[in-house]
């Protein structure tokens, strides 16, 4: 069992890892898709503001999502301070981390512990949920998860853990701008970014630039590692050629 979570598993075909890198891009871009696969980032946003919070001393309450993607994430303690700070702060910079993280595991052959590791954090996060829905977001989540990483063959868990990955990349940046959308039409005056700008005296666009930078960063450095070795992108022969 140690050998199969901490072992090296062989790298997958590099057509398999482009593919499942389109089918993310398309997941992020094609709106009906989107809006089902966007609660798989709300459940990594949220799950940011809770470890935050528990990391930095707050009591966490509890979290919340919802059928609208959106989430709250409740934790007790002072009003102010750098506790609060880290905690509004890491909602929009975790899924972009956490893709940049998977691409790191899944560059060492790292594809079961990746697996595994992303079902820790579920269970872990399903201790807080505190809504019916919240639940099931979870608990379905970690049951793909579950299954492709027990029944799956070796190529299927590959495909799988590079799609993931490729998804929280390019799905960071697209709820930034979501939100930037919504502050501009006053749609969101409680949002993150304007929470740390009250906490901070910083504007809130300084934070949404911040939350944009760092999922373009995470893009590019987690795109570099996902990305096949140029040795390996040849063709098989064909008969008679």
Do not use: C
Request: hydrophobic share 55%; net charge positive.
């Amino acid at each position: 069992m140690w050998d199969l979570v901490f072992g090296r598993q062989d790298d997958p075909p590099w057509w398999l890892v482009i593919l499942v890198g389109v089918i993310a891009f398309g997941a992020v871009l094609h709106g009906p898709t989107w809006r089902l696969a966007r609660n798989v980032v709300t459940i990594a946003h949220e799950g940011g503001h809770a470890l935050a919070a528990l990391v930095t001393g707050r009591k966490l309450d509890g979290i919340r999502l919802h059928s609208d993607t959106s989430g709250v994430t409740v934790s007790r303690g002072k009003p102010h301070g750098p506790g609060m700070v880290f905690t509004a702060l890491a909602g929009y910079l975790t899924p972009p981390l956490l893709g940049l993280a998977f691409a790191a595991l899944l560059s060492v052959g790292r594809t079961v512990l990746m697996l595994w590791a992303s079902i820790a954090l579920l269970l872990a996060m399903l201790v807080m949920i505190r809504n019916a829905f919240g639940v099931v977001s979870v608990v379905g989540t970690g049951a793909i998860v579950f299954l492709v990483s027990f029944l799956g063959t070796d190529t299927v868990q590959a495909g799988f853990a590079y799609l993931a990955a490729w998804f929280l990349l390019f799905a960071g940046a697209r709820p930034v701008v979501e939100l930037q959308r919504m502050r501009s039409r006053r749609q969101a005056p409680s949002s993150d970014a304007d929470q740390l700008a009250h906490l901070t005296g910083v504007p809130g666009l300084v934070w949404v630039s911040l939350f944009a930078f760092v999922a373009v960063a995470a893009l590019l450095a987690g795109g570099q590692l996902l990305a096949p070795d140029s040795s390996t992108l040849s063709l098989p022969d064909l008969p008679g050629f």
